[in-house]
């Protein structure tokens, strides 16, 4: 379990993060959405150990997050950032493998199938031969997709649940692999990991969310599972948009139709 408590963050007389608490428990999809600047990398950041609040705390399986040492941090959790720059010329197969630099024990059979099956499943077996920087930008980060899944391993590992973090996953996707980015992440979650990403694709959110939380101007707005959570009210708070949600006949899956603002009702 990885939980923080009242947790925030400042930037000078700025707070970003605001007495935020959230829990991220293994078996669960956790769905972070909310405009721009709310504070969703910050706090990812946070529960990553990437950076530490300035009050409240965060802890990991009981333990306080600052305890662990970095290689520790490295064996249990991955982090996919939202852009990630490399300047020397590496081969697709010679970036996935520097996951494989945070895990231990491992052996030269898993060093050598690893960094291939993990391309494979992001639909890029075959590039590993190919320079990255040859790659579109939706190719890159499906490398480093496949990076993080090689670091991490198993969703559960000597009986300890892992933890990805996946910041923006889909920004550079089709949407083809939007989904079945989503798709591993929600397997891992599935078999008994925690995953927590960050998207803002709101229909995307409603279908893959086990647990969706919308932040607001560095709060916590709303959270729960995605119909409970999803309202035209929310949309209004958040967004500051008039957003019609609908409703799927089949499951009552809520969605968001993006639309012009030319013809709606003014709201007081």
Not at 248 to 262: N, Y
């Amino acid at each position: 379990m990885l939980e923080i408590h009242d947790a925030s963050v400042h930037i000078g007389a700025r707070a970003i993060l605001k007495s935020v608490s959230v829990r991220m428990p293994p078996g669960r999809l956790t769905v972070v959405a909310g405009p721009n600047g709310a504070g969703k990398s910050t706090l990812l950041k946070v529960m990553t150990g990437e950076l530490r609040p300035h009050e409240g705390s965060v802890r990991f399986d009981d333990r306080a997050l600052e305890e662990f040492q970095p290689h520790e941090l490295a064996a249990r959790r991955a982090v996919l950032p939202q852009a990630s720059q490399l300047a020397f010329p590496f081969t697709v197969l010679e970036v996935v493998r520097l996951g494989l630099e945070c895990r231990p024990g491992v052996s030269k059979a898993l060093r050598f199938s690893a960094p291939s099956a993990a391309l494979a499943r992001v639909d890029l077996a075959g590039f590993g031969a190919r320079h990255y920087q040859e790659l579109s930008g939706g190719e890159q980060q499906r490398v480093h997709l496949a990076r993080v899944l090689c670091q991490i391993g198993e969703p559960v590992t000597a009986g300890r649940p892992q933890y990805l973090f996946l910041d923006e996953p889909t920004s550079s996707l089709d949407i083809r692999h939007q989904i079945e980015t989503l798709e591993i992440a929600r397997r891992f979650a599935r078999e008994g990991g925690g995953v927590l990403a960050i998207l803002h694709d709101l229909n995307l959110a409603a279908a893959f969310a086990d647990h969706l939380i919308v932040m607001h101007e560095g709060e916590v707005a709303a959270q729960g599972t995605p119909r409970d959570v999803i309202s035209d009210d929310l949309m209004q708070h958040v967004f500051g948009l008039p957003l019609r949600v609908g409703r799927l006949p089949d499951g009552d899956l809520p969605f968001i139709l993006p639309q012009s603002l030319e013809g709606f009702p003014a709201r007081a």
